[in-house]
C-alpha cells in the first residue's frame, strides 16, 4: 500500500535510500552507482532551479535520488520525470525508490544509454528541460568503438577516449537539452576539467559554443565508497553571457569520520554565489572567454580561483630577542640545579 501520510512518506523513502547507499558499499560496487548524497542532489537541484511545467530527465538515474530532489525544488507536481539506467538491479530499487516517494508517474528505462538511448521522441532523442547526472566517474569501455556510427549523431564534436567514457554522458546530456534554455548539471571526476587529447577538443568546442556556463569543485569526501575529488559542471543552451564562474566549494563542509557533509548554511552561500555570478576573492572567479583560452581550455578551478593564504611574516628580531630571553632563563635554571645537586652531594 503506498504510504499516505507525506511524513511518514519521507521517513520511509529517505530510509530506503540510506540502505541503498549501504547496499552498495556492501556490494563492493562504488556508493556512487547507485546513490548520490541528499546534499550534493539538494546543491545540483537548486544550481539548476527547476520551475513548473519543466522536464527532467537523468541518463544514468542510479536510484532515482537526484531526481527525486530536482523535482522537490518545484515546489509543486507540475513536472514530468525521465530517466535511464543500465544496472537492472538498480533499475528495480528506483522504480521502488519513486514510488515510495509518491512519484511513481516517472517514465523509467532500462538499457544503456549512450549505446542504446531508449527516451525517444519521433526517432528523435528527447528533449528536456533540465539534464542532470551523477554519471559514471572514467567509465571503461562505455562504446568508444560504435559513437561513430551514432544514429542520432551525438559525437559529432569528436569521440572521447575508450577507456574514460566521461565526456560520453557529457554530450549525450547536452544533446538531449532544449535548444533554448534547457540546462545540464552533472558531477564528474576532477579530471574531465583539465586532461587532454580528444577530451580536450571536446572541451573546447564546449566552450567555443558558449554552452558552459559554471564549474564548482566539491569537498573530498562527500561519496559513498570513493575519495575520488569531484566537480560540477553546469551547462546552459542560450547563455547570456559568454564567462564562465569557477567556484572553488572544497572547503564548504562539515567534517565526517569516514564521510563529509555539507550543511545547508554551506549549500545556500554555493547556490548564493552562483547566482551573484561574480568573483568573490579566494572562493570564486569570474572568467571571460579570452583568459580560458589563454589557459588552454584548461578548466582546472585553481587555475582561476587563488586560494593560497600567505603565512604571516617571522619578524627575525623578535625571534632572536626570544631565544637570547631563553637563554637566560636556562642559564639561571642550571644554576640552581648545580646548588641542589651540590646539597646532595652529588
Partial sequence: MRPSHIGNQDIIGNTYEYLIARFAGDSG???????????VSMWLAKLLNPQPGNRFYDPECGSGSLLIKVANEVGSEDFSLYGQESNGSTWALCKMNMFLHQKDNAKLEWGDT???PKLIEDDKLMKFD????????????????????????????????????????????????????????????????????????????????????????????????????????????????????FIDAGREYQDGKNQNKLKDKNIDYIVATYKKFETINKYSYRANIDEINVNEYNLNIPIYVDTFEEKEEVDIPAVQREIEELEKELKVVKSEMNKYLKELGI
Fill in 29 to 39: 560496487k562504488k556508493g556512487d552507482e547507485f546513490y548520490t548524497p541528499a546534499e
Fill in 114 to 116: 549512450i549505446n542504446n
Fill in 130 to 245: 533540465i539534464v542532470v547526472a551523477n554519471s559514471p566517474f572514467s567509465l571503461d569501455k562505455w562504446g568508444a568503438e560504435n559513437a561513430g556510427a551514432d544514429k542520432f549523431n551525438r559525437f559529432w564534436r569528436g569521440i572521447p577516449p575508450k577507456s574514460t567514457g566521461d565526456y560520453a554522458f557529457i554530450t549525450h546530456m547536452i544533446e538531449s537539452a532544449l535548444d533554448i534554455n534547457g540546462k545540464i548539471g552533472v558531477i564528474v571526476p576532477r579530471g574531465v576539467l583539465f586532461r587532454g587529447g580528444a577530451e580536450g577538443k571536446i572541451r573546447k568546442q564546449f566552450i567555443d559554443e558558449n554552452l558552459l556556463e559554471a564549474v564548482a569543485g566539491l569537498p573530498a569526501k562527500l561519496f559513498y565508497g570513493t575519495g575520488i575529488p569531484a566537480a560540477i559542471m553546469i551547462f546552459k543552451k542560450a547563455k547570456e553571457t559568454q564567462d564562465v564562474l
